[in-house]
């Protein structure tokens, strides 16, 4: 809901973090009621991907920040023209 | 079995409503202040799973290393007061109709799996020696390529992040 309702850049891969740390919330729990070890591992490589996601994420917003002074995502609407 | 359950309604009281702070606060410095509470907040409710391991790596990897790197390109662009104008009403209600559907769906998905009568699991599976041991016999290939996939990132952010114009050698 947060992604789609902010238009600043920055909160918008706040809240993609937030989802990614329910889906691993989720799997740790299904681990624990199931017995199996193997969803633990996968919520560790999930963490992994979100960790690199955010450095990459945030440096493609310092790139934006440097051409347009703002992280407004409206302002990507002007790719199209 | 009273202090477990006091315990976990806490905790999720407190990531719901940090979770709420950080879609609807204006300030976003504040949004990142309630994001490191969620993340505490989600790292005790795996302490309470028994799943430690996980719950200190949480702390480390996401409190520590990625909300530093959130504050500091929030400080680095000074966005104090929050300075964007709102979206229009239609749109914001459309993120919240959406939002809402989505719930339900779960909600639905979640009524009809069959509730598996818990058969006594094992209750070392998060402590740190036999989650390593699966880690490392069952997954080594993608801990190594996970490897790799750092490296990557690591190259593209910096290589993103190159101011152009460097001075040649």
Known sequence: MGTLMRRNAIIILMCIELMLNAVNLLMVAFSKMHGDSAAQVFVFFNMVVAAAEVAVGLAIIVMMYRKVHSVDINILNRLKH | ?169
Not at chain 2, 27 to 37: A, R, T
Not at chain 2, 55 to 73: E, Q
């Open chain 2, 1 to 169: 079995m009273g202090m477990y359950e006091i315990l976990f309604w806490f905790l999720t009281i407190m990531a719901l409503g940090s979770a709420l702070g950080v879609i609807l606060s204006r300030n976003p410095v504040s949004s990142v202040l309630f994001l490191i509470l969620t993340f505490f907040a989600i790292s005790g409710h795996y302490i309470l799973m028994n799943a430690q391991f996980l719950a200190i790596v949480n702390i480390i990897v996401y409190a520590g290393a990625i909300m530093v790197l959130f504050l500091f390109v929030i400080m680095l662009m000074n966005l104090n007061a929050d300075t964007e104008p709102q979206k229009n009403r239609l749109v914001q209600l459309a993120g919240v109709i959406s939002g809402g559907v989505l719930f339900l769906v779960i909600l639905a998905a979640l009524r009809s799996t069959p509730v598996i009568m818990v058969e006594k699991p094992s209750t070392n599976i998060g402590l740190i020696k036999n989650l390593g041991k699966t880690l490392f016999t069952q997954f080594v290939l993608p801990f190594e390529i996970s490897s790799v996939l750092f490296l990557s990132a690591m190259i593209g952010a910096v290589v993103i992040g190159k101011r152009e114009g460097s001075q040649p050698q």
